[in-house]
């Protein structure tokens, strides 16, 4: 079946630090691909999203490219900021069954 | 524009209970979702409702069991409680969009306990 594969956690950076967190996945046919966040005690927020090869997805500084080829799909942001800090969930929906990987916390200091 | 609502936000039951979690979606979505989420693990498809059907499951057992009512709205309900089954409770909604593909809005969730 389909499966999703993060960088474990948790990350820590200084404020405006690069940002790379590892996602590759394994889907049978061409699966949508999202970057999800989730603050503490909320729900998940769609951050950013690729329905394609090569599709690049960005929001909030954040960027994710869509690598057919290595089936991956990274998440960086050039600077952090401290209230970047939260849960990062990579995710892919194939056919209608969406599939998150585990999560990778990222924490920025000051 | 209110987004997706769960309640209760927190339950706590014990071993064998029953229990309904409602959620309802945000102003003009037709689908409903649900998804359990472990403490320290990502959320896992538990089934997903359309036009008050359900559309897709994913690995769960009959003791999880929906339903989606004519104004969208959705229940989640699970029987013969066990202690495995202590998570947070996601419900996600969203539209088709004209060229395909959807987006998907959380709650915030609802908190089991089951001791």
């Known amino acids: 079946g389909d499966s999703v594969t993060q960088m474990e956690g948790p990350v820590t950076l200084s404020e405006e630090a690069f940002l790379t967190i590892n996602c590759t996945y394994t889907a049978t046919g061409y699966p949508s691909l999202f970057w999800y966040v989730q603050y503490p005690g909320e729900g998940l927020q769609l951050l950013l999203k690729a329905t394609k090869a090569d599709d690049k997805g960005s929001n909030k500084g954040f960027e994710a490219t869509y690598r057919k080829e290595t089936t991956s799909f990274h998440l960086e942001k050039g600077s952090v900021q401290v209230s970047d800090s939260a849960v990062y969930f990579c995710a892919l929906e194939g056919s209608y069954i969406p599939t998150f990987g585990r999560g990778t916390s990222l924490i920025v200091h000051p | 524009d209110a987004g997706v609502t769960q309640s209760p936000t927190h339950l706590i039951k014990t071993r064998g209970q029953q229990v309904t979690l409602r959620c309802s979606p945000k102003s003009g979505h037709d689908t409903v979702s649900w998804y359990q989420q472990a403490l320290g693990q990502g959320p896992q498809f538990i089934f997903q409702?359309?036009?008050?059907?359900?559309?897709q499951r994913g690995n769960f057992p009959d003791r999880f069991s929906g339903h989606q009512f004519p104004n969208y709205s959705s229940e989640l309900n699970v029987n013969a409680l066990l202690l495995g089954d202590s998570a947070l409770y996601l419900c996600a909604s969203s539209f088709v969009l004209a060229g395909g593909g959807e987006t998907q809005y959380f709650g915030p969730g609802t908190r089991l306990l089951v001791l």
């Open positions: 409702y359309y036009e008050e059907e359900e559309r």
